[in-house]
């Protein structure tokens, strides 16, 4: 199944992202299956303006984009199909 990273900016308060994440979770659980939330990183600016980076796997873009429509309060900054992941450890030192 595809995975994208999604960059969205938040209409609301730190203190309520809580109910969002809640809420996020609770329209996938109920009206899309098929999508998995796997993780996000929340980031607060000077502002206090809250944005997201967030993983989801699914079978389209447009299955992302109907979740963020459901859970409002936000903007999709950027949705990208993500090519591959790699870490520290896919990079051994050259002896």
Do not use: N
């Amino acid at each position: 199944m595809p995975r994208y990273l999604i960059l969205r900016t938040f209409e609301v308060e730190e203190d309520q992202m809580p109910v969002v994440g809640r809420r996020s979770r609770a329209v996938i659980e109920e009206h899309l299956p098929d999508v998995t939330w796997e993780h996000s990183h929340v980031l607060i600016d000077d502002k206090g303006t809250v944005q997201t980076y967030c993983v989801y796997s699914a079978p389209s873009e447009e299955a992302i984009l109907e979740h963020s429509k459901m859970l409002g309060q936000h903007t999709v900054d950027l949705l990208r199909e993500i090519a591959g992941d790699v870490t520290p450890a896919d990079f051994p030192p050259v002896d």
